[in-house]
């Protein structure tokens, strides 16, 4: 016997489709987005594309891309704030894993093809004599509380502590920021330095005051002109 609601499902299903689009385009696009810098240093890494000093680019490449995603992460509140573009708090959640995501990667190359895991020689050579390092391993050990708590069940559990904990992200931000210039070169500190300057004044958004003034414009709606035809029709 035919089942006559098969066609009706597959026209659901499909219709389906375009209203899934619309109400989740930037989250599909910010997980497809995040994982090309992965695809293509594993399509690098297989093509043997990279330097003579791969690992030296695998390191250079996870620290951007965690940094670069961390920054967006953080930029998706003042988005909504400045904009009204609420659909970026969808994605700050999914951004900030996936900087925790290439900041592990990055730190795992450290220890593990940087160093062989060879925790004297990590001790001895990189953690004192190379300062930059403790920075950047304090960024990540902020994050990984942050990633751990990031799901709705530690959302409730922790209740108003969770937003207090998140906060930590900007310290996160900061101390990343500070790892990347303290490592670069003198002629390539603008990179690092560009960073520096994003995240300023995404701190200065989240000052009360600012951000008050900032909603306060946003929020205010321009009133026509009562003494306009249009005007006073309305006023009717």
């Known amino acids: 016997m035919t089942d006559i609601t098969q066609p009706l499902r597959r026209r659901a299903a ?67 704030l400045l904009f009204g573009f609420r659909q970026a708090l969808t994605v700050r959640k999914a951004l900030g894993l996936y900087a925790f995501l290439y900041a592990s990667f990055h730190f795992l190359n450290f220890v593990g093809l940087d160093y062989g895991f060879n925790l004297g020689l990590i001790w001895g050579d990189a953690l004192l004599e190379k300062p930059y390092i403790l920075v950047g391993l304090a960024a990540l050990l902020i994050l990984i509380p942050l990633a751990v708590t990031s799901t709705a069940g530690w959302m409730k559990r922790l209740g108003r502590n969770w937003k207090r904990l998140h906060q930590w992200v900007y310290g996160a931000g900061v101390l990343a920021v500070l790892h990347f210039l303290w490592l670069a070169k003198a002629a390539d500190r603008w990179e690092p330095l560009l960073y520096a300057l994003l995240l300023a004044l995404l701190l200065m958004v989240r000052i009360p005051p600012i951000r008050k003034t900032v909603a306060g414009l946003r929020q205010r709606k321009p009133v026509a002109n009562a003494s306009s035809p249009r005007g006073r029709k309305e006023n009717r």
């Open 14 to 80: 499909t219709e389906s489709i375009p209203i899934y689009w619309r109400k989740h385009w930037l989250w599909v696009l910010a997980n497809i987005g995040a994982l090309v810098p992965l695809a293509w240093l594993l399509w690098d890494l297989a093509q043997g594309n990279l330097s003579v000093n791969p690992i030296a680019d695998i390191t250079s490449r996870t620290g951007k891309a965690a940094l670069i995603l961390l920054m967006l992460s953080l930029t998706c509140t003042p988005a909504n």
